[in-house]
């Protein structure tokens, strides 16, 4: 049986957070520089405070978003290599029953992104699931340090992507590139198989 690697989409293999405070300016007027976003609280960084977060309903916003450098051969080396699914969060966004509200579906964009730009993938394997810690797989790739934290407490393998906002980690596996993530992902299964 092969292996299972879960990997985040967000600021794991794109470029959401440079969108969003890219998006934020131009809403608000206000420039943010992303490297000084050392916290996963958006609102502590911006004068819109909670408001900010409507930011993420914008509609197309997870369909425009660019890929990182090595991203899409990642993805073709991993999925080749491995049982890869894609496991992301997606905020809620506006039904297209929602009377006199522009429409905004995150869940559609995301999806609709990783087709674009992985056809090669198969789109049933993403998951969408805010509490990652519920899927089981060898090893999952995120940046989200509370998602760090409940794998850690489980024991289980995790691949940190570097970011300003889970600096203050100590870890082994933290990846500043995706060449990184696809070199720890292969030490990390090698292992285990080592082990078995």
Not at 63 to 83: F, G, I, M, P
Request: aromatic share 14%.
């Amino acid at each position: 049986m092969r292996k299972v690697v879960l990997l985040d989409l967000d600021d794991t293999i794109n470029e959401c957070g440079k969108q969003f405070w890219s998006l934020h300016e131009q809403h608000f007027g206000e420039l943010i520089d992303q490297n000084d976003v050392i916290d996963w609280d958006l609102a502590k960084f911006s004068s819109k405070g909670k408001e900010v977060y409507h930011l993420f309903t914008t509609p197309g916003f997870f369909r425009s978003l660019e890929l990182k450098r090595y991203a899409e051969t990642l993805v073709k080396n991993l999925n080749e290599r491995y049982d890869l699914y894609f496991v992301t969060d997606a905020p809620s966004g506006t039904s297209h029953c929602d009377e006199g509200l522009e429409f905004a579906n995150p869940v559609a964009d995301k999806r609709k992104w990783v087709e674009q730009h992985f056809p090669f993938f198969d789109a049933s394997k993403i998951i969408f699931c805010a509490h990652k810690w519920m899927v089981i797989g060898d090893v999952l790739v995120d940046d989200k340090p509370a998602t760090f934290y409940e794998f850690q407490k489980r024991g289980r393998p995790f691949i940190l992507m570097d970011a300003p906002h889970n600096r203050s980690i100590e870890t082994k596996y933290r990846a500043h590139s995706l060449e990184d993530v696809e070199r720890m992902v292969n030490e990390l299964l090698y292992e285990q198989n080592e082990r078995s």
